[in-house]
């Protein structure tokens, strides 16, 4: 097995770099040196590094392969951060990575990577990824109509692999072999300004996946950085382009977006480019001028309280999210169709349900399993004020009640309804209480307004006794 050496290919690629400078010196045309940042100039160490990332590198470079730490791992690290995960690249081909690793599979059929598992933790290994006008024997890059990248198999160098991938920031390489941080595309001082930039012309790179759109955003909130003009410029204009993307895929890219700690500073971004209508088409007909509706100030609130939850690493649910964010586009629609079709409101809350639910799931395949829950969580809302008799502690025992008090509290908040707060008051005071107290909030509630769906059915008087 013959590989070229590091340092021989990162001489001729300097020599690449100055020849391609000088061939396209007329065109004004500015191409980023590379860069490698010695051990002493930069703080990554290899014991912030997961030892099973450090394993797979080791052991890549042992059998004469090539083999990097990229992307988010090394962007965390610079930035004194702790990385959720460690993706490594190398020249190993898939089918190589598996006769190296026998806890390693192959997974994806648009980008082939290795999956190497160590117990919970699994290494994401990909292939240097080469241009997709290259051409191999048997392997191919397919193309749709739009533009977009449907099959990308081709491989390359480590050169090619850089331009490659989406952000600056995100091409950043860290060698074991050395210590060095590799820079093929001016990542590093990006990173320093705190600037999002795609790699490439941006407009070709969003059309090839137009996901990379919601990544620019994500970025960018999440790390508080600004994103650089021609990389946002073209963000409005191809907004449109993601609703060629398969909704199951959407709702992914939706949970990164809304559930990673930064929902709110996203969901603005997301406004602000054009980019939420794709995701939420149903709620996007809700937004106002003025910006100060209950819908939208549900929106503000239930993102701001995830963002908080996930810093004070408490538990979320993106069905208690999804079934915030969809109520009062639920509730519009059910008064539509109450008042279009003469329905009681029970029956038009229930048709709201499915009609909204149908819609949200066409541009965000959400799973049945949560829209199950969101279903759950909205008809609760229908019985929080039937409290008296055995109703309120029946009540407590489903196992969606915490999440619809939740909502019912948010409600209160947004819509700054008093009926609806001392409803809140009285359950949150009623889960603290002891029974004994509990049995007593129940008998000061007096006689049941709530309307009944059923007639009381009489009494069975005793049979009367014969006086005689």
């Known amino acids: 097995m013959s590989r070229c050496p590091i340092f021989t290919r990162v001489a001729n690629f300097c020599r690449k770099v100055l020849n391609r400078d000088e061939a396209v010196s007329a065109d004004d045309t500015e191409v980023a040196p590379m860069t490698i940042i010695p051990r002493d100039r930069h703080n990554i160490s290899r014991k912030d590094i997961s030892e099973n990332a450090l394993k797979v590198l080791y052991r890549l470079n042992k059998a004469g392969f090539e083999a990097y730490l990229v992307g988010g791992g090394v962007r965390d690290l610079l930035l ?52 997709h006008e290259a051409e191999q024997e048997g392997i191919s890059s397919q193309r749709g109509q739009n ?10 160098s480590i050169e090619d692999d850089a331009q490659r991938r989406d952000l600056t ?20 001082q990006d990173l320093q300004q705190g600037v999002i930039r795609m790699i490439g012309d941006p407009e070709t790179r969003y059309r090839e996946d137009p996901v990379r759109m919601l990544r620019v955003i994500r970025f960018a909130a999440k790390l508080d950085m600004s994103i650089a003009a021609e990389t946002a410029e073209p963000l409005p204009r191809l907004a449109t382009l993601l609703n060629d993307v398969p ?19 996203t969901y603005l971004k997301l ?12 709620i996007n007909r809700f937004f106002t001028a003025e910006g100060n509706t209950s819908m939208e100030r549900m929106l503000v609130q239930v993102l701001k309280n995830t963002d908080m939850r996930i810093h004070n690493n408490m538990r979320v649910n993106p069905a208690f999210l999804f079934s915030a964010m969809f109520w009062y ?17 029970f029956d038009a809350f229930a048709l709201a349900t499915n009609d909204v639910l149908d819609e949200a799931c066409r541009a965000l395949a959400i799973p049945k399993r949560l829209t199950s829950l969101v279903r759950d969580i909205w ?85 009367r006794r014969d006086p005689s």
């Open 379 to 463: 008809q609760l809302q229908l019985r929080m004020s039937r409290r008296q008799g055995k109703r309120a502690w029946k009540l407590m025992e489903h196992p969606k009640f915490r999440a619809a008090y939740d909502l019912l509290a948010l409600r209160a908040e947004v819509e700054g309804n008093a009926e609806m707060k001392r409803l809140t008051e009285w359950w949150g005071e009623f889960q603290a209480a002891a029974p004994p107290h509990q049995k007593e909030m129940l008998n000061n509630l007096g006689d049941d307004p709530a309307p009944r769906s059923r007639a009381r059915r009489p009494r069975k008087r005793a049979p």
């Open 329 to 345: 586009p639920l509730i519009e629609t059910a008064q539509r169709i109450s008042q279009e079709g003469g329905l009681a409101w």
């Open 169 to 188: 920031i995100n091409s950043l390489y860290y060698s074991v072999a050395d210590f060095t941080v590799r820079d093929y595309v001016g990542g590093l």
């Open 247 to 265: 909704p199951a895929r959407m709702f992914e890219e939706t949970l990164k977006l809304l559930q990673a700690g930064y929902g709110y500073a």
């Open 147 to 156: 533009g977009m990248l449907l099959r990308d198999n081709i491989f390359g």
């Open 80 to 131: 004194n951060k702790k990385p959720k995960d460690f993706d490594v690249t190398t020249n190993a081909t898939p089918d190589e990575m598996r006769k190296l690793f026998r806890n390693c599979r192959l997974v994806g059929r648009r980008f082939r990577l290795a999956h190497v598992m160590f117990g919970p933790e699994t290494i994401e290994v990909a292939t240097f990824r080469g241009h």
């Open 271 to 282: 406004r602000e480019y054009q980019l939420f209508q794709p995701l939420f088409p149903l």
